[in-house]
């Protein structure tokens, strides 16, 4: 169905890969930039050019649509009046760039009429492309091998179940989150789309972020190649995200799961947010 699309977000984001393991090799110097939620974060001379080689792409081959990228300047006016809008995060864990822990990814997402239908995530220092069509399923590239069809696993009993979270992210609410559930194991990683493919790919079953701080970029090739390998990706709140809103944050946080579990994750998560203070602020699901 979108073939094309899919073919070209590919081809961008191996190349992308390809001149970001080149700045890899070298010293790397991060800035600070102040992000659309006034909070100050890392980026790199990496993390643009990444960012103009795929705006630039998708902006040759579909000259129609709109582009969000987390280094660019978002026209949000225009953004939401498009039906197709391509969103993008050129390097999908900076921080873990920086520190060349090798925990980041390029993220490459298409969504239609707001909701999530073509995702790319592709993991450049573990040469490890997930890709997904709404649709046609789930799968994982590696080298010198067949795709293989992505499927998250059946568990649904806590005990048995391994959470995954953010490397760079350890707090009271995550302390507080694993002792409430009493998972099986915990696993830290960096990068939204490297976790989620951990669930997407059965070595993990779920995936909590607690913070509002995560924008659109972050969760749209992310979401799509879950929920095409049978997952559920939602706020902490059960409400699914949108991707034709103005407001680029994701005020709710993260629940992503294997799909089966996922109500048992948010209905058993609600008094640990209430006693964390973490209340809902606004919708995430309307304009």
């Keep these: 169905m979108l073939e094309r699309e899919l073919d070209a977000a590919v081809g961008l984001a191996r190349y992308t890969s390809e001149v970001i393991l080149d700045h890899y090799s070298r010293e790397i110097i991060a800035e600070q930039k102040l992000g659309v939620d006034s909070y100050y974060e890392p980026v790199t001379i990496a993390d643009r050019a990444a960012s103009r080689i795929i705006v630039d792409g998708l902006a040759a081959e579909f000259p129609d649509d709109a582009i969000l990228s987390e280094e660019e300047a978002d026209d949000a006016e225009v953004r939401i009046k498009n ?68 499927r998250t696993s059946e568990n649904a009993e806590f005990a048995k179940m391994t959470l995954a979270f953010s490397r760079n992210h350890l707090s009271k609410g995550i302390t507080a989150i694993l002792a409430g559930f009493k998972f099986q194991s915990a696993i830290q990683r960096g990068s939204i789309g490297l976790k989620v493919g951990l669930i997407a790919e059965r070595e993990a079953d779920a995936y909590i972020h607690l913070s509002p701080r995560t924008k659109l970029w972050d969760t749209c090739a992310p979401q799509i190649i879950l929920e095409e390998a049978g997952g559920r990706l939602t706020d902490l709140f059960g409400e699914s995200y949108r991707y034709d809103v103005a407001d680029l944050q994701n005020h709710g946080g993260i629940v992503a799961t294997n799909g089966i579990s996922h109500d048992a994750v948010i209905k058993h998560l609600r008094p640990i947010l209430n006693k964390l203070g973490r209340l809902r602020t606004r919708s995430t699901a309307t304009k």
């Design 83 to 150: 039906e197709r809008v391509w969103i993008i995060d050129p390097i999908d864990g900076t921080a873990g760039f920086v520190k060349k822990d090798g925990d980041f990814a390029v993220q490459i997402g298409l969504a239609i009429g707001g909701e999530a239908v073509l995702g790319v995530v592709l993991l450049p220092f573990h040469n490890v492309l997930y890709r997904a069509v709404k649709g046609e399923g789930a799968f994982a590239e590696y080298e010198e091998s067949e795709p293989k069809e992505l």
